[in-house]
């Protein structure tokens, strides 16, 4: 196909869009991709040429409407057969259930009778199949020349069915006015020739409203296909916001971590000093709450004490070590000058000791 043949790329695309979403099986191709390959949509256009709307080529197509036709045609024989069965059927059910009724005539039972009797024998004889030679015998040993005695005198079967018209049609009409009920059912306080006329036209208001179901059906497809295609593109769209948001985390989370983290650090130094701070007021609080200030002076005064009894003990002991560098060189004066001094040390470190301790506990 030459490249003459077809339109404008803006045209081309638009007419593209159209017979992907009517004639082709739904693709999900966007019109950077169709931009991108030019020869797949000139082949794509091309196809379109070739099919119908239900993707057949125009050959089979022709073909399809043509078995469709012949399909109806013998469905239309078929149902008319059907239904003037299920009638005859349905009067002889009828029959039987107003047997009850004493106001039947005997023209009345004789009608159904001879009906009844020339419908089993026929079916019996369809049943049995035709006479000639078979491999198995026939069932129950019967013949159709057997059953064909069983059928109702000549006469009454040209009565009976010179009466049958009018009884189907009767119920034929029974049954048409029953379903204009169900379709309408305010159609059921009519007149009987009003109720005629509209069953008449009930045939045209049925095709109408098949014709909007269709419509209805073909409307709710182009919806899913062009729903599909939104879905796809969402899909699309919402992958590459997660790209740029899994992009921004990465370029920007590691450039401000360091800096996050130095503000924690800060923030966690400055909560341990205030802790460290809040533990010596607590520790402050508990010595006020137990040293009074009448408490704290005796301390001071027993201090005071304390103090002046070491440098008492101080004194003695700087006699002492000087009596003791004058008396070294005797022997027992020495020693017991060394004794001496050693008792001395001695409580003088017991009381720096216990000087120690009250300092403490003054603190």
Known sequence: MASGDFCSPG????????????????CNLSEEDLLQNPHFSKLLLGLSQHMDESGLSLTLAKEQAQAWKEVRLHKTTWLRSEVLQRVIQELLVDYYVKTQDTNLTSEDKKFHETLEQRLLVT??????????ERETPPLLGLEKAD?????????????????????????????????LCYHDPNSDSDSETL??????????????????CQDAKSQQKEQMVLLEKKSATYSQVLLRCLALLQR???????KTQSELDRINAQYLEVKCSAM???????????????????????????????EGAIRLQEQDMEKSRQALSTYEV???????LVKEY???KQATENQRWALREFSKACR
């Open 123 to 132: 079916e019996l004889t369809r049943l049995l199949g035709p006479s000639r």
């Open 11 to 26: 045209e081309g695309m638009e007419i593209l869009q159209e017979v992907c979403s009517k004639q082709l099986p739904p």
């Open 342 to 344: 050693a008792q001395l």
């Open 147 to 179: 059953l064909l005695e069983l059928m109702p005198p000549s006469e009454d079967f040209v009565w009976m069915r010179a009466r049958l018209p009018p009884e189907v049609e009767e119920q034929l009409k029974k049954k048409c006015f029953t379903l």
């Open 195 to 212: 109720k005629a006329a509209k069953v008449w036209k009930l045939a045209e208001v049925l095709v109408g409203e098949k014709q909007q």
């Open 330 to 336: 005797l022997g027992e004066e020495f020693d017991r």
């Open 276 to 306: 460290i701070l809040k533990l010596r007021m607590e520790e402050l609080k508990i010595l006020s709450d137990t040293y009074t200030a009448e408490k704290v002076e005796v301390h001071r005064l027993i201090r005071d004490r304390l």
């Open 248 to 254: 921004l985390l990465q370029e920007h989370r590691l």
